[in-house]
């Protein structure tokens, strides 16, 4: 992964898809430097799959195997001059922005865990992002994933529906 400040990277971010594996996710996904998976990914055939597309970097959810030395409970990436903090959100209980931005450093933070998308920016620009939830329709909300694109410095993000 580039960690040059001045050109744009983009992102996927993908979150809580239970063992499924969209074909609308490969075409959300193409052109994006590496994918972030914020957990409960079900089956490892969907890493697979994701893989495929971009380098994926994964961590475990609830529904997941906490012992599976692939998928860690959290995770912090370097990319385009900032750091990415990744993690199921489970850890939290009801997962909200305030208690992500209390507990973890980062500029930005991904998590899942809720099935419903995200965007805040704190006071000090951290962002915190739930891109959804990408696997089988569950509750009231719209599969989808999100896309994070980083220029100089700073992170912005763009959610797409599945």
Avoid: W
């Amino acid at each position: 992964m580039s960690d040059d400040k001045h050109s744009p990277l983009v992102i996927g971010l993908v979150s809580d898809t239970h063992g499924l594996f969209r074909p609308e996710l490969g075409a959300a996904m193409a052109g994006v430097e590496v994918i972030i998976h914020a957990g409960d990914v079900g089956r490892s055939d969907v890493l697979r799959q994701l893989s495929a597309i971009a380098p994926v970097e994964a961590v475990s959810g609830n529904v997941d195997d906490r012992r599976n030395p692939m998928l860690p409970r959290e995770r912090s990436l370097r990319v385009g001059g900032l750091t990415i903090h990744v993690s199921h959100g489970d850890e939290l209980g009801s997962p909200r922005p305030e208690l992500l931005l209390g507990r973890y450093v980062g500029d930005v933070l991904v998590y899942g865990h809720t099935h419903r998308r995200l965007e805040f920016r704190s006071a000090d620009n951290r962002l915190v992002v739930n891109p959804g939830a990408a696997g089988p329709r569950r509750f009231d909300v719209t599969a989808g994933c999100a896309k994070l694109t980083i220029v100089n410095g700073r992170a912005d993000v763009e959610f797409v529906d599945l």
